[in-house]
């Protein structure tokens, strides 16, 4: 199920980025009181009532801006305008009511989305200023006061942001269904991929439109299963791809992760590995989702005996903090081991969803304890007493120890190396939770 989207809009220098911080509880953004600091939009989950939802913060809109760096600003906002479930618009009490806010307001409007009005810089306590109530002339409804900078008002702000979502909203689609979004950056080949799998194979049961989350999924049914692909396409430009059209797609791609089961992770095997890569690859690990590393366009390389050899090499050092994705080299234009992605995604996605037994973890744990000691410190050593599995998709293991701080990371990763060399659990993240319990 996907998170729902909350985007931080206004005119530069109102205080999004203050707000943003404070409301994920780190300093994230960058805040200065220097228009256009804020240059791409930053994305962070926050919680709220014990609920999860997207936080956005982006780059001040001037509607009028001339600039190629505002008019680089105003679009990203627009993407995170038509991306976002809830919008709140910021403003500053003590600037009052500007022509910009107005602009920006009428803008907001014409989205449809449900606005949240914030007027920022009510830093004292009780009533507010007789200038918070010229925003009423904005039409959006009740203003919330907010002091970003001391966290005054921000329940109430996120309050009146609650009333908009829907954390109900699943996905209709049973769970015999694998997802699989496809993501990288724009131009890799992902919707060719798509269009390619859809035409060969034939079998296309429906096509969903995009939703406010603007991807398209497709329903897939073959030999090896059914499934469901999320193409994140996103800004489906074909000239040349810039560096500021890049980051215009990773919101999208973000989003689809939330949903999907089995990430596959497509690389230009003409440009090959880039930072943006990196960016998307590791919101997936973080989500802790089944991965494939998909590299694509590999009938346009010149190609010898070791040219796969050696890029898998490079690409296995490029990734080297999600070394458990297995790699596979495709070409979407021509169909070249697709059939094989297939097998690929349905194992992977098996192993993001394995459960083992305590009684076989723990006969693990016994061999693995004896062929490696655990590590002591100062004439203690740690004790593993058991070790049990908490959950699935990705698997989350228990281990209650007699101390958390003699439980070392190279330990850890010794533990969870003998577990992928056990039972496999290839193409997935494996998270390790440490609780500590008295000996007695």
Known sequence: MSKPVVAIVGRPNVGK????????????????????????????????????????????????????????MRRQAEVAIESADAIIMIADVRAGVTATDQDVAAMLQKSGKPIVLCVNKCDTIGDPPPEFYEFYNLGLGDPI?????HGLGTGDLLDAVFEHLDFEAADDYGEEYIKVAIIGKP???????????AGEERMIVSDVPGTTRDATDTIIENDK????????????????????????????????????????IMIDASIGFTEQDSKIAGYAHEQGKGCVIAVNKW???????????????????????????????I?????????????????VAQQNAMRISTGMLNDLLGHATARVQPPSDKGKRLKIYYITQASTKPPTFVCFVNSAKLFHFSYQRYLENRLRETFGLEGTPIRMIIRERDDK
């Open 225 to 264: 299963g059914r499934f469901v692909l999320i193409d994140t396409a996103g800004i489906r430009r074909k000239s040349k791809v810039e560096e500021s059209i890049e980051r215009y797609s990773v919101l999208r791609s973000w989003m689809a992760v939330d949903r999907c089961d089995v990430c596959v």
């Open 17 to 72: 980025s203050t707000l943003f911080n404070k409301l994920i509880g780190r300093r994230l953004a960058i805040v200065e009181d220097t228009p256009g600091v804020t240059r791409d939009r930053l994305y962070y989950p926050c919680e709220w009532r014990a609920k999860e939802f997207m936080l956005v913060d982006t780059g001040g809109i001037e509607p009028y801006g001339g600039t190629e760096m505002l008019a680089m």
């Open 145 to 149: 006061e907010v002091s970003s900078l």
């Open 331 to 347: 070409s979407a234009k021509t169909g070249q081991r697709i059939k094989n992605l297939f097998e690929l995604i349905v194992y």
């Open 299 to 329: 009938d346009a390389v010149e190609k010898d005996d070791k040219t796969m050899q050696k890029m898998r090499g490079e690409l296995e050092e490029a990734f080297s903090f999600m070394s458990y994705a297995p790699f596979i080299f």
């Open 187 to 197: 131009n890799v080949g992902k919707s060719s991929l798509v269009n390619k799998i």
